[in-house]
T-cell receptor
Framework: GDSVTQMEGPVTLSEEAFLTINCTYTATGYPSLFWYVQYPGEGLQLLLKATKADDKGSNKGFEATYRKETTSFHLEKGSVQVSDSAVYFC???????????FGTGTRLKFLA | NAGVTQTPKFRVLKTGQSMTLLCAQDMNHEYMYWYRQDPGMGLRLIHYSVGEGTTAKGEVPDGYNVSRLKKQNFLLGLESAAPSQTSVYFCASMGRASEAFFGQGTRLTVV
């Protein structure tokens, strides 16, 4: 069945560092791909999405490109801030099934 | 605009007790979902609904039941709670644009 694999966390960075969180997927058909963010004590909220191959989703300085050839959707940000501290989830919506499949989540933390 | 509202936010149950979690959305969405979130396991789909009066099983449906009698509400029931059901439960709804909107979560502890 469909699945999403994310890099295990936590990812610990200094402020203004470059962030990459890897996400790969397996799916039949052509899913839409998503990144959701969960701030402490809150529910998940959509960060960005891409609906077809080579699409780039972007929001709040975060970007991810839908790579069909490598079945990947890696999240990047050029300069992270302490306010970006959260758990990031990669997800797919399998080709119109409207059933989201989530990765295990990756926590972003900052060096004291 | 309230979005997705879950009640209660916290609950402690004894093993064998029953309870119902309520999810309400005011966005006229057709699709609604119940997930549980456990450390290291991401979100796992329990049950979902593609419209009023319909329900379907997700990945981990055992021990749970659901009902969608009204379009705006999706209820999750635990008939006989077990410690393995200690988790954070999230409800979500989705419209045709494929963006899911989540509630704030319900933290359930079964002792």
């Amino acid at each position: 069945g469909d699945s999403v694999t994310q890099m295990e966390g936590p990812v610990t960075l200094s402020e203004e560092a470059f962030l990459t969180i890897n996400c790969t997927y397996t799916a039949t058909g052509y899913p839409s791909l998503f990144w959701y963010v969960q701030y402490p004590g809150e529910g998940l909220q959509l960060l960005l999405k891409a609906t077809k191959a080579d699409d780039k989703g972007s929001n709040k300085g975060f970007e991810a490109t839908y790579r069909k050839e490598t079945t990947s959707f890696h999240l990047e940000k050029g300069s992270v801030q302490v306010s970006d501290s959260a758990v990031y989830f990669c997800a797919l919506d399998g080709a119109g099934t409207y059933k989201y499949i989530f990765g295990t989540g990756t926590r972003l933390k900052f060096l004291a | 605009n309230a979005g997705v509202t879950q009640t209660p936010k916290f609950r402690v149950l004894k093993t064998g007790q029953s309870m119902t979690l309520l999810c309400a959305q005011d966005m006229n969405h057709e699709y609604m979902y119940w997930y549980r979130q456990d450390p290291g396991m991401g979100l796992r789909l329990i049950h979902y609904s593609v419209g009023e009066g319909t329900t379907a099983k997700g990945e981990v449906p055992d021990g749970y039941n659901v009902s969608r009698l009204k379009k705006q509400n999706f209820l999750l029931g635990l008939e006989s709670a077990a410690p393995s059901q200690t988790s954070v439960y999230f409800c979500a709804s989705m419209g045709r644009a494929s963006e899911a909107f989540f509630g704030q979560g319900t933290r359930l502890t079964v002792v």
